[in-house]
């Protein structure tokens, strides 16, 4: 019986020793900041300019700005990666007259700062406020997976007037996607970034559209699903069927970048 006993101690030590772990590490394991910072010239050769400059660096918009400019669009990116790797964004939005501003975070391609929830929503409150200065209405949100829950969280705080919003790969609550990866694990008390979709997006009246991953690994689509299900305002929902996170199609040419951009602008 002591055997077993001290078995049962030991055992019980070693899951609190990695619940410790998980929750001293969890934004480790949470954020993947890279640090490419790009030059002057190398943003350039990518078609891109530092926006709103060099030195007060938030991101990146079309070097070569079109005239029939309708809107513009912040594009709030995934975890992995910097902002200039989403530049398949400036190439298909603005063949639908859309503005694309490819917001940066802190700690990521070469900005000061180490995310966090409250950081990287603070600097998408200071963005968008930038972004409304310069650019005036009407401004649009649209996240990418982290940047759904970044985009959320801000428009639940801002002031500026956010004509619709698009959420690629969204989920409902961190805590609950946390809980799906790691059932072992008391993961949804464990989490520090809550990143609540269902709740930050509660009072939005603007509409809302949602792109989700058939068989997506990262975020299962049932926690789409049940964000979809929870939103009160006009709203719209896309599914790519069979593909998983990183494999959803987004070549310029596709017909679903037109469809998403007529939902968000059109009045009713």
């Known amino acids: 019986m002591r055997m077993i ?12 020793a990695l619940c410790t772990l998980v929750f001293i590490s969890q934004r480790k394991m949470l954020y993947l900041p890279a640090q490419i910072q790009l030059s002057k010239e190398s943003a350039l050769f990518e078609g891109l300019g530092h926006w709103p400059s060099f030195k007060n660096f938030h991101g990146f918009v079309d070097h070569k700005e079109a005239t029939n400019i309708e809107g513009t669009i912040i594009i709030f990116h995934g975890n992995a990666g910097v902002a200039y790797h989403r530049a398949f964004y400036v190439e298909a939005l603005s063949r639908h007259n859309m503005r694309v501003i490819l917001a940066e975070y802190p700690g990521y391609g070469g900005r000061d700062g180490q995310p966090s929830e409250d950081i990287l929503v603070k600097d998408a409150l200071e963005t968008i406020r930038l972004a409304h200065e310069e650019y005036g209405e009407p401004l649009y949100l649209w996240g990418e997976s982290l940047g759904c829950g970044v985009v959320a969280s801000a428009l639940r ?3 500026v007037p956010i004509q619709s919003v698009v959420l690629f790969l969204p989920w409902d609550t961190l805590p609950k996607v946390a809980q799906t990866h790691y059932p072992y694990l008391p993961a949804r008390w ?8 269902i709740e930050n997006l509660q009072g939005y009246d603007g509409k809302i559209a949602l792109l989700l991953a058939g068989d997506d690994e990262v975020i299962p689509i049932q926690h789409g699903i049940k ?6 305002t006009e709203k719209k929902l896309w599914i790519f069927e069979n593909a998983r996170h990183n494999e959803v199609p987004v070549s310029s040419e596709l017909q679903w970048w037109g469809e998403v951009v007529n939902f968000i602008s059109q009045d009713d």
């Not at 006993?5 to 609190?16: D, N, R, S």
């Not at 964000?227 to 009160?232: A, R």
């Open 157 to 159: 705080k801002t002031d």
């Open 190 to 197: 464990l989490i520090l970034d809550k990143f609540n979709n």
């Open 5 to 16: 006993w001290k078995t049962l101690l030991f055992v019980l030590a070693g899951y609190l």
């Open 227 to 232: 964000l979809y299900d929870s939103i009160t």
